[in-house]
């Protein structure tokens, strides 16, 4: 999303609001100009109902207050590292208790985790705090930070100067996923190789005994695949219907109708992730 003003420095950012001059004051655009992307954010996300969102970065901004007013969400955690900032907006909305406040770093997972006692979040919002901190801040344990806070299949709502950093957004994005947190870790593949092994084992015995006709062999049906690909939590916001709307959409995979291999299977989670 374009700002309307140049994109803020983590310098600006940081000094928003002195200690005896804090005023409300929304940075890039009002809820309003980005209310149809949360929307559509909401609806596009895999979580069944909106309940809850993180605000990091949240400022004096109205967002929060809107997020629940327009009924995007039923309660909101506003993070800031600026202290003067959460004062006010916790003061201002002492009788909300749809609203809470609290401050914290949202680079250190240490202090957002004890923020949200755990919490996870339907939505992770950010309107102004990535473009400060891709300045200078460290975006690769940001992003740990929204991985971290967002339930599975939950939506981030990034609202920034675009053009000034997406080509290093897209560098860091492709960073976090392939090297620092991949989704298909050396572990995860590990076991992913001896489930696929053993249902493949049974394949074999139940086919010898006719039980089973298909997918004897080296494959699994697109069933078992799903059933072994994924933990229960993904699986509860990534359906076994999204799984073969993906299978189909890539084409490495389209060959295969009915089944894969191991070999595939891991391409897939590598493409996919
Ligand atoms: C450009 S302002 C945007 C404020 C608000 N979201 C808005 O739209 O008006 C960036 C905000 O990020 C906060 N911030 C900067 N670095 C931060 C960090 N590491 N952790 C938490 N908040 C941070 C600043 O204090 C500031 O309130």
Redesign the pocket.
């Known amino acids: 999303m374009e700002a309307k003003d140049p994109s803020?420095r983590?310098s600006?950012?940081?000094s928003?609001?002195n200690e005896d001059d804090v005023n409300c004051?929304?940075?890039?655009v009002e809820f309003e100009e980005m209310s149809d992307l949360v929307a559509e954010a909401a609806e596009i996300s895999h979580v069944p109902a909106m309940v809850s969102a993180l605000?990091?970065?949240?400022?004096?901004?109205a967002?929060s207050e809107a997020l629940v007013n327009e009924g995007i969400v039923k309660s909101v955690l506003s993070?800031?590292?600026?202290q003067h900032?959460i004062d006010f907006m916790a003061q201002k909305h002492k009788d909300d208790d749809r609203l809470r406040w609290a401050v914290?770093?949202?680079?250190?997972w240490h202090a957002v985790e004890a923020a949200t006692q755990g919490q996870r979040f339907d939505m992770v919002v950010?309107?102004?705090?990535l473009?400060?901190?891709l300045c200078a801040?460290d975006c690769a344990a940001?992003l740990g930070t929204v991985a971290r806070a967002a339930r599975c299949g939950g939506v981030l709502v990034l609202?920034m100067n675009f053009e000034l950093v997406s080509s290093h957004l897209s560098e860091v994005l492709e960073w976090y996923h392939h090297e620092a947190c991949p989704f298909l870790s050396a572990d995860r593949e590990k076991s992913i190789r001896e489930a696929f092994a053993s249902k493949v084992g049974s394949n074999m015995a139940a086919a010898q005994s006719d039980e089973v006709s298909s997918c004897a062999g080296e494959r699994l049906s697109l069933r078992q695949t799903y059933d072994l690909l994924f933990t229960p939590e993904e699986k509860s916001c990534y359906s076994y219907e999204f799984f073969l709307q993906d299978t189909d959409a890539s084409r490495q995979m389209r060959e295969f109708d009915e089944s894969m291999s191991l070999a595939e299977s891991l391409t897939f989670l590598r493409i996919n992730q």
Not at 79 to 82: A, G, I, N, S, T
């Open positions: 803020p983590s600006d950012a940081k928003l609001a004051f929304d940075w890039l605000v990091l970065g949240a400022g004096t901004s967002l993070l800031d590292v600026e900032c914290a770093d949202v680079t250190d950010d309107k102004g705090t473009d400060a901190l801040g940001y609202s």
